[in-house]
């Protein structure tokens, strides 16, 4: 089996390849100063890009899990989910309520994919 790892440091890589699946870690914002939806965006821009270098896109995600430290940012969260997905391709998908290893961030999402061949 072919595994490969991309955006590796020592203690996680950024995303794995194997078997036909992308697994990308859990995505945070790099513009923590912003409101949820703009983070939400911003993260899924991070997504786009890992996808792309893994030969997948988000008309291929499988599964979604979603953490938010604060459950009233679901909404603006959602409208930028909503304005993102793949038409008719919307993932299997938790969201769940979770402390943030920083107080900045409102979102952080996770996700796995199937690799376009």
């Known amino acids: 089996m072919d595994i490969r790892y991309l955006g590796t440091s ?32 911003n993260v899924l821009a991070q997504i786009d890009s890992w996808l792309a270098q893994c030969q997948s896109d988000k008309a ?6 979603i953490y938010l430290p604060d459950m009233n940012d679901y909404a603006a969260m959602n409208e930028a989910w909503d304005a993102w997905t793949a038409p008719e391709r919307a993932p299997a998908r ?22 376009i061949k």
């Open 10 to 41: 020592k203690r996680y890589s950024e995303a794995v390849m194997a078997n036909g699946l992308v697994f990308l870690s859990g995505m945070v914002p790099e513009n923590p100063e912003a409101d949820a939806k703009a983070q939400t965006e």
């Open 60 to 65: 291929h995600i499988l599964e979604a899990t």
């Open 94 to 115: 938790a969201c769940v309520e979770a402390k943030l290893a920083s107080p900045d961030w409102k979102v952080e999402i996770k996700i796995t994919a199937l690799q």
